[in-house]
Each structure stands twice: as structure tokens, then as C-alpha cells.
């Protein structure tokens, strides 16, 4: 089913989302749906926030085909940065420039409750990042340093970029 996705500046974007004890058809009801309204809108990556569930989840799709983590923890991060200019399907039409960790590692549940670990680097560790700051309510705004590099872009411009996380 696809959901409507909640707009910044929506409090439940600010709230930590609380953590899933077990990964049962509900949840895995949730990833479905999520997966569905993330390439409806179109996106790369979409955590349970941004559909109003208040829960620790988050699927994403670079192109190499979706997948889901149930509560994700990034366990290392390496020191080397990159910038990627993102945007967020909760703020429509608005990019900015983000540097995060070029490398990292995620652990978490898959949508099956079995542990998952994934060594993500370039653009996945960047949506991976993106999505888990979601989850602590963070959005990517609060990651821009320069907020004079934050400029509006056209829908077309949007689905041409197909970063919208």
C-alpha cells in the first residue's frame, strides 16, 4: 500500500523512533509498504518516520534492488568525508550539500528478524546515513554546514537526480 509521506516540518521527523523487539507481519506489512511508496515517489531510501510509524525501520533502493533494516546501528564509520548534494522526500523541491562518512558499516535485522551486517561505501553509505538519522530524528537540513548552499530544484530536476532519500 502506499502511504503518504509526512512533510517536514511534521514533529514525529524530530522523535527518536523507538526500536522494534520483533520483526512480525506487521513489520514486515511496514517494509512492503515502504518499499512500494519509495519508488512510487521516486526515491532511494525511505525510513517508517517519514510514513508517521514512529519505529526504527528503513529500506532503500540505489538501483541494485531494495532491501530492508530493522533496527539499524552504524557500528564504524571511516574518516574519510564526501559530499553528496541530497534532498529528502519530506522536503520536496530542496537540495543541499551533506558530507558524511565515505564508508560504513550498518547492523541491524533483515525483514526476515535475522541479523544483517552490510559494508556499504560511496552513495549507499550516504543514503544508509541519511535514513538512520531519520530514525533520530534528524533530517538533512541539519547536516548542511553552509546553509546559503541549500537552493530549490524543479520536480523534473528532482527525478532526474533520483537522490531523493
Known amino acids: 500500500m502506499i502511504r503518504d509521506i509526512i512533510r517536514y516540518p511534521n514533529p514525529i521527523l524530530r522523535k527518536k523512533c523507538k526500536a522494534i523487539k520483533k520483526v512480525d507481519p506487521h513489520i514486515q506489512k511496514l517494509i512492503d509498504d515502504l518499499i ?98 531519520h530514525l533520530d530524528g534528524i533530517v538533512f537540513l541539519d547536516r548542511v554546514k553552509d546553509k546559503a548552499l541549500i537552493r530549490e530544484v524543479s520536480k523534473k530536476e528532482e527525478i532526474e537526480k533520483k537522490e531523493l532519500l
Not at 44 to 67: M, T, W
Not at 89 to 103: D, K, N, T
Open 36 to 133: 512500494e511508496t519509495m519508488h512510487v515517489a521516486p526515491g532511494v531510501g525511505l525510513a517508517a518516520p517519514q510514513v508517521g510509524e514512529n519505529l526504527r525501520v528503513i529500506v532503500v533502493d540505489i538501483g541494485e534492488g531494495a532491501f530492508a533494516v530493522v533496527n539499524p546501528k552504524t557500528k564504524k564509520k571511516n574518516r574519510i568525508l564526501q559530499t553528496f548534494e541530497e534532498g529528502c522526500l519530506c522536503l520536496p523541491g530542496i537540495v543541499g550539500p551533506v558530507e558524511r562518512a565515505s564508508q560504513v558499516t550498518v547492523e541491524g535485522l533483515d525483514r526476515q528478524g535475522q541479523k544483517l551486517i552490510i559494508e556499504a561505501e560511496g552513495f549507499l553509505a550516504t543514503v544508509l546515513q541519511h535514513e538512520i538519522d
